[in-house]
């Protein structure tokens, strides 16, 4: 249900004001918490669904809104992390969470137009809790151990509020966060800063673009790994490539079987990343993790229905 149809004729309401305005927050938990933007906006406009479904006395007889709404939320984000775990073993291939843009690059496109509607995309704050390795990680979790850390880590809520989320004791979401935490702290890596990382990637795709296997080799580190994710419905390595020399071999290969490949630096996920175009379609959007100077991960997202947000983009 959309949340225009609501608005009466055009008439200002400061209170409906102040629910529209919280659509940018349910976003930006909503994609932390399922690694997807589409079900990210799903979720939220469930949310909003079930706001203006309730009887107008009992809108007014809720004390706050916003937590009424973040409540609502993350119950929906809570169900779907259940039911998306059965979806991902029916997935063909490796899931990668979908990739984010930075609009602020872009010279074209939805952001540039102003009159349109604002892509959630738009809605979605880059930084370091949407980097790719973070929302890898996120993924490792259980649902109530990933609704629990990003409320209480990310957002800052405290555990009685997140209990009435969960479901469970407030000592019970603490100790959820607190196995969360280990988790993220026994997958992080020492990675450059990101203002540092860009020099690499371009090195990267220069050695790409110029089909250069020992460049290409000299920037993985030896046990680096590459995640590719066509969700079947593109060409895409069904399992992990591991190994640098295995990566570069694959890498040197896609470039010569499509010929004219555009590489394009672009952040992913706030980072610095790579989005290759063929014949001017967006096909394959990389996020990297990078420690020192070499590259330790490469996740390229190939499902085009992962893409939505990378079809239009300026020129490079």
Not at 62 to 86: F, K, M, N, Y
Not at 132 to 142: G, K, Q
Not at 283 to 301: C, K, N, P, Q, Y
Request: hydrophobic share 40%; charged share 25%.
């Amino acid at each position: 249900m959309s949340t225009s149809s609501t608005r009466g004729g055009g008439r200002s309401d400061p209170g409906l004001d102040a629910i529209v305005g919280e659509r940018g927050h349910l976003t930006n938990l909503a994609y932390r918490l399922l690694g997807s933007l589409a079900e990210a906006e799903d979720a939220v406009q469930e949310t909003y669904a079930r706001w203006y479904a309730m009887p107008k006395g009992k809108q007014e007889a809720v004390e706050s809104p916003g937590a009424w709404l973040t409540t609502v939320a993350g119950r929906i984000c809570l169900d779907l992390l259940g039911s998306a775990r059965a979806r991902r073993e029916r997935y063909v291939g490796e899931w990668v969470p979908e990739p984010l843009p930075d609009r602020a690059e872009w010279i074209s496109g939805p952001a540039g137009g102003g009159s349109g509607p604002v892509d959630p995309a738009d809605r979605v704050t880059l930084d370091e809790s949407v980097n790719m390795a973070f929302l890898v990680v996120l993924e490792s979790m259980t649902p109530a151990e990933r609704v629990a850390f990003v409320l209480h880590d990310v957002f800052r809520y405290p555990f009685a509020e997140i209990a009435e989320i969960v479901g469970r004791t407030p000592a019970a979401c603490r100790q959820l966060a607190t196995s969360a935490r280990r988790r993220v702290s026994a997958a992080r890596v020492p990675t450059a800063p990101t203002a540092g990382q860009a020099p690499l990637v371009r090195d990267f795709k220069q050695a790409w673009e110029a089909r250069d296997i020992k460049a290409l080799v000299g920037l993985l580190a030896p046990d680096a790994a590459m995640i590719a994710d066509g969700g079947g419905l593109v060409g895409a390595a069904l399992r992990p490539i591991e190994g640098s020399a295995r990566i570069a071999e694959y890498l040197i290969q896609i470039a010569d079987r499509a010929p004219g490949l555009k590489l394009l630096e672009r952040s992913v996920n706030g980072r610095p990343g790579l989005v290759a175009q063929h014949t001017g379609v967006t096909v394959t959007v990389a996020a990297f993790e990078l420690s020192g100077d070499r590259v330790t991960r490469i996740w390229a997202v190939r499902n085009p229905e992962k893409l939505r947000p990378w079809l239009e983009d300026g020129q490079g």
